[in-house]
């Protein structure tokens, strides 16, 4: 795992519904990397780019936005904020986010300010909490001076304290929600703070399409759970506490199953502190983040040497020798059973357990068939008389 940032949140995101099904791979080429697996978009405001990357990758996508962002309904505020630091232009801008800036400047065009606050801007020292809002700046004709390779609010507050703020006047373009510790820090070292409220994060209008990804985040209906902002990580384990389902999200984040994949470690931040294991790329760029969850992914299901073939499971299919084969779903939880200890009998009473309570004495029986059938080679999963089912593995691991 790679180690959490103590910020707020990476870029803010927006969420329509998933795409078509996945385009599959040509003949002999093998499955694609993500073939086979289900993978969650809690994004908000670019969830189909997203989630039209991991269908070219070859999942099956499922879209819930775990957030909205609402502009702020008292745009006065935003007004006077604007025409305060074009009468008096601050010494220091801190840009937290780009749709935020962006988002400042367009709201000032409608109040005829946008010229005067990026001609008063000149004169300051501006700050780029990232790549997004560095973009923003320099996309209003604007310059910044410095930008952290973290993406974090903490590196920024360092920067700035180390070269001392007192008597300064510095705005701060918040992002969603209030930056109080940061705030705070600036004017016990002196600083005048200026807070512009651009936007702020809510939950989302209709929160089923959320609950019906925790629910299948629980019950082992996704592979993967992808993020692009600290608020969507943060909303979604929000979502779970308020409907009850958050020890049992955290139970399966917690145990891999969905792999948590987020955008870079200031998003990571919420669901590290919950103790989740957390992966991102290098760049911090949903297509970087797609690139290393196609990477990581298919690494849970290693190759196993079963009855003369090569064994992988995928997701709610098995992969038999590069071949993609469907499985229904209790075939499925059978299957994952007898391949985390691969060669080792499982008992019927645990393979019936890993059924599910309304499973009946004949499931197993009628599961170990249905699986032969969709595996296309029996010998794959064999009886062991009075005890149980295992994989036919070639080679048998050591007891």
């Avoid at 946008?114 to 809002?133: H, I, V, Y």
């Amino acid at each position: 795992m790679t180690p959490p940032a103590a910020a707020a949140e990476q870029h803010p995101d927006a969420a329509p519904p998933g795409p078509g099904p996945a385009p599959t791979a040509g003949p002999g080429a093998g499955p694609a990397p993500l073939e086979g697996f289900t993978v969650g978009v809690t994004a908000n405001r670019r969830a189909e780019e997203l989630a039209a990357m991991l269908a070219r990758k070859g999942a099956e996508v499922v879209c819930a936005p775990a957030l909205r962002i609402v502009p702020l309904s008292d745009d006065q505020r935003l007004a006077d904020v604007s025409r305060a630091l074009i009468e008096r232009p601050p010494d220091a801008v801190v840009a937290t986010t780009g749709i935020g800036f962006r988002g400042w400047l367009e709201a000032c065009e409608t109040w005829g300010l946008a010229e005067p606050l990026t001609t008063a801007l000149r004169s300051s020292r501006l700050l780029a909490r990232g790549p997004k809002a560095k973009g923003a700046i320099r996309a209003a004709g604007l310059t910044e001076e410095w930008s952290p390779p973290s993406e974090s609010s903490a590196e920024v507050l360092d920067h700035l304290l180390e070269r001392g703020v007192a008597g300064l006047r510095v705005a701060v373009q918040l992002h969603g929600e209030p930056l109080p510790d940061f705030c705070a820090a600036l004017r016990m070292a002196g600083a005048e703070v200026v807070q512009v409220p651009v936007y702020r994060w809510t939950g989302p209008e209709d929160p089923a399409p959320l609950d019906r990804l925790i629910e299948a985040a629980c019950g082992g209906g996704l592979d993967a759970l992808t993020f692009t902002s600290a608020p969507a990580a943060a909303g979604l384990l929000q979502r779970a506490r308020a409907t009850g389902a958050d020890r049992a999200l955290l139970r399966a984040l917690r145990a891999g199953r969905p792999m948590a994949m987020c955008v870079g470690p200031v998003t990571a931040a919420p669901l590290a502190a919950e103790r989740v294991p957390v992966h991102w790329p290098a760049r911090g760029r949903i297509g970087a983040l797609v690139r290393r969850l196609a990477e990581e992914l298919p690494r849970t299901s290693p190759e196993l040497p079963v009855a003369g073939r090569v064994l992988r499971v995928r997701g709610r299919a098995a992969e038999v020798d590069g071949e993609l084969r469907p499985v229904t779903p209790a075939p499925m939880r059978l299957l994952r059973e007898l391949a985390d200890r691969p060669g080792r009998v499982r008992h019927r009473s645990e393979l019936l357990a890993a059924l599910g309570p309304e499973a009946d004495a004949h499931a197993v029986e009628t599961a170990v068939a249905r699986l032969r059938t969709a595996l296309g080679d029996p010998r794959m999963i064999q009886t062991v008389v009075k005890r149980g089912y295992r994989l036919a593995l070639d080679a048998m691991p050591c007891e």
